[in-house]
């Protein structure tokens, strides 16, 4: 009985973390705005399950025995050496072209607005091919590369570790400290590493706690010497092209300097149980009530065919400027990035949310027909990228987000005939 258990478990495994995520999504919402949109994320809920149900029974299960593994090249070495070397250089142009070092310009600060500039020119002040090169460098490539290293050589990974691991903690960004070491613990602990997976996972929440650390000047210096620095910031930048309104020479941030362990982990909590549906609810607030539904006018091929013109709604940016006025008065240009279904209904109303759900629904189910059985592998190349969507559109998630590169990878450098789980 157990085992028929768990082998109906790995048949549907991504798609049972997809719905634990959009279940998470729903509390979030409820606790958000309570009922009122309760009943518009429950039928994305019930659409996607009724879709998976209906594809698995007519479509999968028909054509189970059908192998789409075309590679078999998982002793390349110099394609693997080439990936790593375009890693490498990438990292180097990226800090080359910023001009400092992110981590150091920000220790230096103690204002949060400057923090928040230096945080956000990192990956937003990038031209179009450096932009895509460092996209997939972090989404995909670093956590390939940490990956394949450990598995196949072991002698350069630490060397490669240490590297990696210092451009991603310039990039500032939380998530990518994360996400690029989740594929490798799940392999260490698959491999029965058990004590170098506990280590990568500790020193990953240390080096989020760092940058949490080191983004709150509340956190590592006096309200005096803050304040100190706040006005000559004010002075110096009175005249550049940046707004700075009177009152921004406060600081802001939602971690107190007391009770600091504390205050990171209600954020952590936040951030992965609340934050996604509360983003959620904003949209269903705004749209379309202030926002209308694009009728798919910022999809070039439906306006195309629409005999329409292609429109560039970027309503992530409107919503986040009329959540938050004060910061977009600052000249801070904040994103309020929503899980990938609201892009569709953002076009299309509640048949946004049906067709949001068909294709993911066929994303999942292609990806479990190609990782079969290799439950560890399937969790390994994907988790990550499931998880983007509670925050990114499918579309980018899987092209500059670099899901469809990483399992570019996995055809790559994945034997076809390696024991499974």
């Avoid at 478990?9 to 705005?33: A, E, Q």
């Avoid at 990568?200 to 000047?217: G, H, K, Q, R």
């Avoid at 749209?287 to 306006?303: F, S, V």
Wanted: with cysteine.
């Amino acid at each position: 009985m157990i085992n028929k258990t768990l082998l109906k478990f790995k048949k549907h495994t991504l798609f049972i973390l997809y719905l634990l995520m959009i279940i998470g999504i729903c509390f979030g919402v409820y606790n958000s705005s309570g009922l009122v949109h309760i009943q518009k994320i429950i039928s994305y809920l019930v659409a996607l399950v009724l879709i998976y149900i209906l594809v698995n029974k007519y479509i999968i299960d028909k054509n189970r025995n059908v192998d789409i593994t075309f590679m078999n090249n998982s002793n390349n070495d110099v394609l693997l050496n080439i990936v790593i070397g375009v890693s490498l250089l990438t990292c180097i142009f990226h800090l080359l072209y910023l001009g400092y070092i992110p981590v150091w310009e920000t220790y230096k600060s103690l204002y949060g607005i400057e923090i928040s500039f230096i945080r956000e020119d990192v990956l937003s002040k990038l031209n179009t091919t450096l932009n895509y090169l460092v996209a997939f460098n972090l989404n995909a490539t670093i956590p390939f590369i940490f990956y394949q290293t450990f598995k196949r050589k072991k002698r350069y990974f630490v060397i490669l570790y240490i590297i990696l691991f210092f451009y991603l903690l310039n990039v500032l960004q939380k998530s990518y400290l994360l996400f690029a070491i989740l594929p490798l613990a799940i392999l260490m602990f698959n491999q029965k590493y058990y004590k170098l997976g506990i280590a990568t996972i500790v020193l990953s929440t240390l080096s989020i706690f760092f940058i949490i650390w080191l983004s709150n000047p509340q956190l590592r210096a006096s309200s005096t010497e803050i304040d100190l620095y706040a006005k000559k910031y004010i002075s110096k930048n009175i005249h550049a092209n940046t707004v700075l309104a009177p009152q921004a020479i406060l600081p802001k941030s939602s971690v107190s300097s007391q009770n600091v362990v504390l205050s990171i982990f209600i954020g952590f909590y936040n951030r992965i149980a609340l934050v996604p549906g509360h983003v959620v609810s904003k949209w269903f607030d705004y749209i379309p009530q202030k926002l209308p539904y694009t009728h798919g006018y910022n999809i070039r091929p439906i306006a195309l065919i629409s005999g329409k013109n292609y429109q560039d709604y970027n309503y992530s940016r409107m919503i986040y400027d009329l959540e938050f006025p004060e910061d977009a008065k600052n000249g801070l240009k904040g994103t309020a990035n929503v899980a990938h279904f609201m892009n569709d209904y953002a076009s299309f109303g509640f048949w946004g949310l049906f067709f949001s759900a068909l294709q993911v629904v066929i994303i999942i189910q292609l990806l479990q027909h190609i990782f079969k059985n290799n439950i560890s592998d399937l969790i390994s190349f994907n988790l990550n990228f499931m998880l983007a969507l509670s925050s990114t559109a499918l579309t980018t998630t899987l092209f500059s987000g670099g899901w469809a590169l990483m399992i570019v990878y996995y055809f790559l450098f994945n034997h076809k005939n390696e024991i499974t789980d």
